[in-house]
């Protein structure tokens, strides 16, 4: 064997330089963690490179070596906000059958992330106030985030439609924005005006919904055909 077929062993350099990437990936989701439960109480406008600092016991300077600017800091935390949502709302609901049984599920997932939210408060809500009416890119990210949710709701809704479990002239969009507004109406209720049975209010919204949208038909017998036994006479 040739030296130049021999393997190349790693440098000790190369070795730190992994090391201290790894390292400064772990510190900034530790900043993010930090930035994500500030901004889930004070808003991604409460957000300060100072108050982190705190939080993490770091400097002023190294927080904001890892962001460059408070926006995209605004930025990161939205990001993870959404991964969050995702895996708690989103992909559990994939092990439901499609249809109604994962919209179901869907619903049912997101409802139980918002009755812990009620007291942490929603990042896609107290960001809609803040940024409803300033363009940039805090805004676009928050709005990004809100419509990728909002596409596969409405994908779900129109499976179920086209398996046959909803009406088949059901508007998409229009179930969409009754069933958001459910949870828009739980968090007004409950976290602002401190209603109680609020959730069980929104559980039986989303009920009556289905009822509304429902295609009974899928659920009975075809006319002419009887659920008895055929005689044998």
Known sequence: MSVSELPLKPSRGSDRDGRALQKGQQTKAAIVDAALSVATQVGLEGLSIGA?????????SGVFAHFGSREELQISVIREYHNRFEHEVFYPALNQPRGLPRLRAMFANWMQRTSVEIDSGCLFISGAVEFDDR???????????????HSALRRA????????????DVNDDQMLFEIHGLILALHYEARFLKHPGSIARANAGFDHIL??????????PRAGRSNKTPSKE
Do not use: F
């Open 157 to 168: 809704i129109q499976v179920a439609r086209q398996m046959g479990h909803l009406r088949a």
């Open 52 to 60: 982190l600092a705190d939080a993490t016991q770091m400097s002023k």
């Open 211 to 220: 009822k509304q949208y429902g295609n009974d038909t899928a659920e009975r």
């Open 135 to 149: 363009a940039g890119p805090v805004r676009d990210a928050l709005v990004s985030s809100v419509m990728t949710w």
